[in-house]
């Protein structure tokens, strides 16, 4: 399993420790990533998923997974959760057509 965020793509950094007298390490610097359970809405569904601290906030702000997913680009996301935002798009598409029909009516 690689050190990557499934929602933004944040992975491993390289770079140096500097010491007081100026001497470089090479070091990595590793995402704060978190195995985590969000729920979609739409979906009415629970999604396991591997995300960044960051991503976590990104999320909240965004109104839920199902909004961060649907307005987040697609070359950041993982396999993953790019199956689950064509899920939702699908599902949304079939509620607004849903209600468009009982307006209709």
Known sequence: MTRRCELTGKSVM????VSHAKNRNRRR???NLNQVTLLSEILSQKVYLRVSANALRSV???G???EFLIKESSEN???KALEIKKRVIK???QVA???IQVAAE
Request: glycine share 10%.
């Open 14 to 17: 390289t770079g140096n420790n």
């Open 29 to 31: 610097f590793l995402p």
């Open 60 to 62: 909240e702000h965004r």
């Open 64 to 66: 839920g997974l199902d």
């Open 77 to 79: 996301l993982s396999q």
């Open 91 to 93: 599902a949304k598409q």
């Open 97 to 99: 057509t849903e209600q």
